[in-house]
């Protein structure tokens, strides 16, 4: 078989997607998501004008050459662009490899390590009471996980918590907004909405918490340790990870479990952090991380050192990651937990898909290959639109992370 075209599909549905097709001279296609949010454009430049014709003629079977090919023979190597790139080329060709052997994505990987992927749900609300109605929703709906984000006294918006009744979501179009943040206020009151939240729903429910990047190690210590009665399933992003010693840090002081990985795009990005076990939970997605190729590679590694994966799965990712990311929770033997943030009707409309969720478990579904379709004439009606992710500054005007 043999690789005779590639298209790059820009479309909004919603929110952006790059979506790349990779056809065959025996009629197979393969799909692969290659969105980075806000830099859409910079992937699709990065395909079209460096990767495409690079690709034809070429066996699609030949998963690590071709991985090998992009990423060592590109000599610039890494980094977001790069690696999204590299990860829609090769999801799409593990779609082809499923579709020609007639086979789901999961058996290639190993084959099912068990019988359903377990996910979180966000809840979020403008105060607490509001984040624990949103809560007891998910729950309802069947969730056995859920990940808990509260408007915070004295700031006007903060991340993770819906503005209005609308899904959380947050790249808008036009250019950045701006959020103001205040670390003091923030750490006065997550602890209260945790010890709010256990006390409501008990000890089964997996609570879990997203700091997106936003405190110093020493700040994170201090709310792990204050977190610890109510047992997190874990804190994310606690610090900015690209100072691996900063976690370490945090682990000196606290129990609570740590997550991180979801800026990520190679495994030298995480090396520290898993062989030093400085992480429960590596975060990864497989469109940032040059697909399932190096992520099976970051997950085997991980699991040496007793972490597990937790794949980033926001609605960012097109359901073409989500379908990747659940072949691949399937199969590998150190799955945490799926981060499932469900997209929109339109979305979901464009990108056909065979996943499903029930009773707190996804499942990829049998079809062959990812099993997930573009329907390109529907997607044809929502054309790109430029949007960007906000920027934070601090009280006083200080550009802070966001
Ligand atoms: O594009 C940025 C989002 O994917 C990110 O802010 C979402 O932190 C996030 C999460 O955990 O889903
Ligand atoms: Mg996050």
């Not at 992937?43 to 079209?48: F, I, Q």
């Not at 290959?369 to 601090?394: C, F, H, M, T």
Request: with cysteine; glycine share 10%.
């Amino acid at each position: 078989m043999k690789i005779t075209n590639a298209t790059v599909n820009v479309c909004s549905p919603g929110r952006n997607f790059v979506t790349l097709k990779v056809e065959t001279d025996e009629g197979l296609y393969g799909l692969g998501d290659g969105t980075l949010n806000g830099r859409e454009l910079a992937v699709v430049s990065y395909l079209t004008e460096h990767v495409i014709s690079c690709l034809i003629g070429r066996d699609p079977f030949q998963t690590e050459d071709i991985w090998q090919y992009l990423y060592r023979g590109g000599y610039w190597r890494r980094g977001p662009v790069t690696m999204a790139a590299i990860g829609a080329v090769d999801m799409a060709l593990w779609d082809i490899k499923g579709k020609a052997l007639n086979t789901p994505v999961y058996n290639l990987l190993g084959g099912r390590s068990r019988n359903g992927v377990l996910v979180y749900a966000h809840a979020n609300g403008a105060d607490i009471e509001h984040t624990i109605d949103a809560v007891a929703r998910e729950i309802d709906r069947g969730y056995l996980a859920v990940r808990a984000q509260s408007g915070i006294p004295g700031l006007d918006s903060t991340y993770g918590v819906a503005k209005g009744n609308k899904p959380y979501e947050p790249a808008e179009r036009g250019l950045p907004s701006e959020s103001l943040w205040s670390t003091e206020k923030y750490l006065q009151h997550t602890p209260k909405l945790f010890e709010r939240l256990r006390k409501r729903f008990g000890p089964d429910v997996h609570l879990l918490h997203d700091c997106h990047h936003r405190l110093t190690p020493i700040e994170a210590a201090r709310l792990g340790k204050e977190l610890e009665p109510f047992h997190l399933f874990w804190m994310e992003d606690p610090t900015p990870a690209e100072l691996a010693e900063g976690l370490g840090i945090i682990r000196q002081h606290t129990t609570t479990p740590i997550a991180v990985g979801e800026v990520f795009n190679t495994i030298w990005d995480a090396k520290i952090l898993i062989e030093k076990q400085w992480i429960d939970y590596i975060r990864m997605t497989v469109a940032h991380a040059g697909g399932l190729t190096h992520l099976k590679k970051v997950a085997d590694f991980a699991a040496l050192h007793h972490i597990r994966t937790g794949c980033h799965g926001a609605t960012d990712l097109s359901p073409v990651s989500m379908a990747a990311a659940l072949h691949f929770g399937l199969a590998v033997h150190n799955l945490g937990i799926q981060e499932h943030m469900p997209h929109s009707a339109e979305t979901d409309a464009v990108f056909p898909h065979g996943y499903s969720f029930h009773g707190g478990y996804m499942y990829p579904g049998d079809e062959p290959g990812l099993g997930v379709d573009l329907d390109e004439k529907l997607a044809a009606k929502y054309p790109y639109q430029r949007a960007y992710l906000p920027i934070n500054r601090k009280l006083d005007g200080t550009l802070f992370d966001w």
